[in-house]
């Protein structure tokens, strides 16, 4: 069991290991919670060296929503004008890395879908991210990771970057390469 959902933090979270992406998001079904709460004991005890975190963000009828994320890059991200002035829109009014999370989490928690701004904390372009909820999910130029809206060449080269980061970290996990060993120091 360990095993599998390791390889499922790897497949779903390789951009953030390698150092290329703020987070990543994904649902794990886990009947005990005793058992989550020591994988990702483990997980952090393994990555937060690195400058890499998990936490459960959400759970809806036994699903477990882990966020994955460089906490450098998530504190950087409430240092960003722009990113505020977004944030405060949806409720946010303290912008350190914690205060980020915590407030996320009741948003996710509260949202019977993913709140809007979940793009910001995957680390998606601020632009693309606001015309996603303008657009209301259509009119984009270019669908990947997220729906593209704006620089649609340099969003190309972020999703190559992405999946060959997927497919390497995959590959290097499989020959018996540990979390450590597989994630990036910030």
Not at 77 to 104: I, M, P, T
Request: proline share 3%; net charge positive.
């Amino acid at each position: 069991m360990d095993r599998n959902l390791d390889s499922c933090l790897v497949r779903q979270c390789a951009p953030t290991l390698a150092g290329h992406k703020l987070g990543n998001l994904f649902c794990v079904d886990v009947a005990d919670g005793v058992l989550l709460c020591n994988i990702l004991a483990r997980w952090n005890q393994a990555l937060n060296p690195k400058g890499v975190a998990a936490r459960v963000i959400a759970e809806r009828c036994g699903r477990y929503f882990i966020y994955v994320y460089r906490n450098s890059a998530l504190q950087n991200l409430g240092c960003s004008c722009e990113v505020r002035n977004f944030l405060k829109g949806f409720g946010y009014s303290c912008f350190d890395a914690e205060s980020l999370l915590n407030f996320f989490q009741v948003r996710m928690t509260r949202s019977v879908c993913f709140p809007h701004e979940v793009g910001v904390f995957l680390g998606y372009p601020l632009d693309d991210v606001k015309d996603f909820i303008t657009y209301g999910g259509k009119n984009y130029k270019l669908i990947g990771c997220w729906k593209v809206y704006n620089d649609v060449p340099n969003s190309m080269h972020i999703f190559e970057v992405y999946k060959k980061c997927q497919k390497i970290l995959r590959e290097r996990f499989e020959l018996g390469e540990t979390l450590e060993q597989l994630t990036v120091a910030s």
